[in-house]
């Protein structure tokens, strides 16, 4: 009986656990890394036919390398891409995409609750390439359709957005973006393909900071961009093997093995994430609490649809402003004081002093960034631990 190379028809995790890894001759049961920068071809036929690309194979680790391939087409059969592209950060994946499928002239309309980098990349450095930009708040699609141009190209969003955790109807969005001839990218570091698949709901490209959840123990910086084969395969690739942001096969390695235990770690990570939130929107203290799970959290319907999971991100409000959070922060003995996401490791962030500080105090106060605001990235230790740690500066122990 031959056994199976390709799992397309198989379930997430089996994907998750065996697409992408094509045996070699030595049988490895593992996926090998191929710590190699370029490849031997056995003639001078075979290199030409590989140059000129009659002949697929690799050539260069710049733009090929098995272990990285590995990578790209297991997270692409986890999204429901055609192909995907790894890149060397999130960064350098938002950085591919926009430069190779967009021109001097076009406009990005954005969602303002992103990454602070990516809107730093927007503001700083693509406009410096003549193209324009605009932000809108997440989950008002009146702004949005307002703030279409002629020369609108593509609609930029996170979902959950960080740190609020407000969520947009990714379908809704999608529509909206193809009835106005722009494409709909969306970052999906929050929920990872285990928990939310934009593509099937009609997005165009995702986005992935593989440093967060796809690695999931804080090892590795690296990213992707994920879609069909036109626009991934062919012009963010042709990008990537011209300017070269590439990810590093160990990386890829680390990255390949993070996938095949995702969706139990998403799996856990909302499970602690949804108690935490409960029990911190008991405590008096605590004014809200932001968690898509929560009855309280206003899109909490839309995202029980478009998610099968809620994710691992808490953010929640403490009375007493700046002054109470620091408390806090400053309380624990155990979390990590950081502003990453996606680790085993639970971190809490005070956002209006960090990742959101060099935002001018309006428009944190327009984003409902204020000072009480805290943001948890719940990891896998024991609950009860995280909320012992919490409960010293809320005065609930
Ligand atoms: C971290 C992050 C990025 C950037 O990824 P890097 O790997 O740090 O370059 C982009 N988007 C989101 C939502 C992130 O959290």
């Known amino acids: 009986m031959m056994q199976d190379d390709s799992f397309d028809n198989y379930g997430f995790s089996t994907r998750a656990i065996r697409s992408g890894h094509h045996r070699s001759a030595e049988q490895e049961h593992a996926e090998p890394i191929f710590t190699t920068s370029s490849f031997v071809f056995n003639s001078a036929a075979e290199a030409a036919a590989r140059f000129s690309g009659e002949q697929p194979g690799n050539i260069y680790a710049r733009f090929t390398n098995p272990t990285t391939r590995t990578f790209q087409d297991r997270l692409a059969a986890l999204e429901g891409g055609e192909a995907c592209v790894a890149t060397a950060s999130g960064m350098s994946a938002i950085l591919a995409t926009c430069l190779s499928l967009l021109r001097c002239g076009d406009h990005i309309l954005s969602s303002s609750s992103i990454f602070g980098s990516t809107t730093g990349l927007f503001e700083n450095y693509l406009t410096r390439c003549g193209m324009e930009v605009d932000f809108v708040p997440l989950t008002d699609l009146a702004a949005w359709e307002a703030g279409f141009k002629p020369n ?22 999608a529509d909206l973006a193809h009835s106005k001839g722009c494409l709909l990218v969306v970052d999906n570091c929050f929920c990872t393909p285990a928990l939310q698949q934009p593509l099937a709901l009609g997005a165009d490209i995702i986005i992935h900071s593989a440093t967060k959840y ?86 909490h319907a839309l995202a029980a649809r478009q998610q099968s999971g809620f994710g691992g991100i808490v953010a929640f409000e403490v009375h007493g402003g700046r002054e109470a959070a620091w408390k806090v922060v400053d309380s624990t003995r155990m979390l990590s004081i950081t502003a990453n996401l996606g680790d085993m490791k639970t971190t809490i962030t005070h956002p209006a002093t960090t990742t959101h500080g060099r935002l001018k105090p309006e428009q944190r106060e327009a984003q409902g960034i204020r000072e009480g605001l805290l943001r948890i990235a719940v990891g896998l230790e024991d609950i009860g631990d995280i909320q012992a740690d919490l409960a010293r500066g809320l005065n609930a122990g």
């Open 152 to 173: 609108t190209r593509m609609l930029y969003v996170e979902t959950p957005s960080n740190p609020l955790t407000e969520v947009v109807d990714i379908a809704a969005l």
């Open 214 to 299: 796809l690695d999931g123990q804080g090892r590795c910086v690296g990213g992707a961009v994920v879609g069909d084969a036109e626009r991934v395969g062919k012009e963010v690739f042709g990008f990537l093997r011209t300017a070269g942001p590439t990810m590093a096969p160990f990386n890829a390695w680390v990255f390949l093995k993070g996938l095949e235990t995702l969706a139990l770690r998403m799996r856990a990570h909302s499970e602690a994430a949804m108690q935490l939130a409960s029990w911190l929107e008991s405590l008096p203290m605590v004014k809200a609490v932001h968690y898509p799970g929560l009855a309280s959290h206003p899109q």
